[in-house]
């Protein structure tokens, strides 16, 4: 599994903030998908070559794009 970017403490005050927003709720897979995000903005790679851990690129890669 590759390397996590946010700690649990930094991500509850994230989840907080995205919640507040109305448009997220607590789901487990946000948190891959938005290290999914992180992980490729770190790298560099393409977003077809992400990781399958953080989920289907292609997910990952719609969330980005909002």
Request: charged share 30%; aromatic share 14%; hydrophobic share 35%.
């Amino acid at each position: 599994m590759p390397r996590t970017m946010l700690t649990d403490k930094r991500w509850e005050k994230l989840l907080q903030i995205m919640k507040n927003t109305g448009r997220v709720y607590n789901k487990s897979e946000h948190r891959m998908t938005f290290e999914g995000i992180l992980f490729r903005m770190r790298t560099g790679i393409a977003w077809r070559d992400l990781p399958e851990e953080f989920g289907e690129w292609s997910t990952v890669y719609r969330r980005f794009n909002l």
